[in-house]
C-alpha cells in the first residue's frame, strides 16, 4: 500500500514506478493465476491476493490509454461461442474509468505474443479463467 494521497491502495511502489517509466504506446499485460508470467519475458510484478478488474481499475485511475490506434485493449479470447464471464466485469471497469476504450479479442496464442512484447507483466491471484486483459498506454495532454 502506498503511503500517498490519491493513489489506489491496490498499486504497490513496484507498479507505480512501472506505470511512471512507461510511454506513449507501451502495453501491460495483467494477467491471471494460470498465465505463465515469469517464463514470458517481460519484467514481473506481483499483485499476489488481487484479480485483474480490481488491478484494471486502479490501474487506470492513473493512467490513460491510448487514443492514437484502432485497438487500445486486448482481451485474452477463449475461442468458444460463450465468452468468457470475466469479460462483463472487464467491460463495465473500462466505462466506469471514463476511458475511451477500443477492445480487441486475441486467441491465447496470440496473447502470449504479445504479452511477451509487454513493458511488463502484472501477476494477480484471479482465478477467472481467460482473465488476462493487455492494455497500451496513452498520452497524458497538458491541461
Not at 62 to 69: A, N, R, S
Not at 74 to 97: I, R, T
Not at 118 to 126: H, M
Request: proline share 8%.
Amino acid at each position: 500500500m502506498s503511503m500517498l494521497k490519491g493513489i489506489p491502495p491496490e498499486l504497490s511502489p513496484e507498479l507505480l514506478a512501472t506505470l511512471a517509466e512507461m510511454g506513449h504506446g507501451d502495453e501491460l499485460a495483467i494477467v491471471d493465476g494460470n498465465y505463465p508470467a515469469h517464463s514470458s519475458g517481460p519484467p514481473v510484478i506481483r499483485a499476489d491476493g488481487l484479480g485483474t478488474p480490481e488491478l484494471l481499475a486502479a490501474i487506470l485511475k492513473l493512467m490513460p490509454l491510448d487514443t492514437f490506434t484502432d485497438s487500445n485493449v486486448f482481451y485474452m479470447d477463449n475461442g468458444e461461442e460463450v465468452k468468457p464471464e470475466v469479460w462483463e466485469e472487464f467491460d463495465a471497469v473500462l466505462k466506469a474509468s471514463g476511458e475511451d476504450a477500443r477492445v480487441h479479442p486475441v486467441g491465447r496464442f496470440e496473447f502470449y505474443e504479445r504479452a511477451q512484447g509487454a513493458y511488463a507483466i502484472v501477476a494477480s491471484s484471479e482465478t477467472k479463467l481467460y482473465a488476462c486483459i493487455i492494455i497500451k498506454k496513452g498520452v497524458i495532454f497538458p491541461q
